[in-house]
């Protein structure tokens, strides 16, 4: 018998392969390109939502990095400026709510922090949550609509800086310190003594310069809707409740969270049938990266230690 001859596997065209992964190729770049033509329609499709910022940290220019050991971080107020300045580029986005839960802080980061609110190009409602103090107010005011829980705290329009002295501990344990300065105020604000008249003067020059630009603010914005006799009484630094700043024209409505979602969809013009049909869309304040230990602590210790005094909007 003739051995039987085994056959050859075929090999495979190479017209064949070349014409399966151009396929494949072409394929895979229709999917991407329906992708991108999709996500630029997905506005109309869903209809604008309103943006929802929290806004639930102290104002610091530096931030606070998250710590390994649990503890939370926010963003500082350059961060948290170019996040609420993103949102103008949004097409999705019809109408913003702050959640305003701060103590107020910084005087520089209040600002930053107000002028990208002042110039966001949508509608804007702040609702007060818990405390709206300070700083955290004077941001609010920039906003078109305020809502406040009737038991948050809020005002507390005014501004502080606080100089600690160690002169009496000093001269209990024996340290002398001696300061050699090129001038008489170089050393404005040092702990190692008590200050004098002059320079509480300068100081206090400080806070009125800076405490006539918040009450400027607050007397812009709130124009036309302040009970001038209650306000001016207000602005002593003392805190409020919602109820009180509601009588003073400090807000426009009290309410809850979802009182200002709905103020916000009616001006941004957002139809709806139900509270519940509103779409929301949250953005993010959070850190990104956790350190090991946060960072704001460590610099205000510098501050203490080394007599740089801050002015505060709390």
Known sequence: MEPELRKRPARPNAGLLLGTVLALAFVFLLVVALFFVLSSFTPSLLGKCVAVVDLNMPLSVEGEQASVFGGGGYPGSEEYAATIDSLNQRDDVGAVVFIVNSPGGSVVATREVYESVKSLDKPKVSYFREVAASGAYYIASGTDYI??????????????????????????????????????????????????????????GIVDEIYQEFRGIVVENRKGRLNMALFDNATDGRVMTGRQAYKAGLVDQLGTKRDAIEKAAELGGIPYERPEDIRTCPVSTSVAEPGLFGMGGFIQGLQAAYGAPSVSFR
Not at 148 to 162: K, Q
Request: no cysteine.
């Open 147 to 204: 809502v406040s829980d009737p038991d948050a705290l809020t005002g507390s329009i005014g501004v502080i800086t606080t100089v600690a002295s160690m002169e009496g501990l000093f001269e209990k344990v024996g340290i002398n310190v001696t300061t050699i300065a090129s001038g008489e105020n170089k050393d404005l604000g040092s702990p190692y003594r008590n200050m004098s008249e002059g320079e509480r003067e300068i100081f206090q």
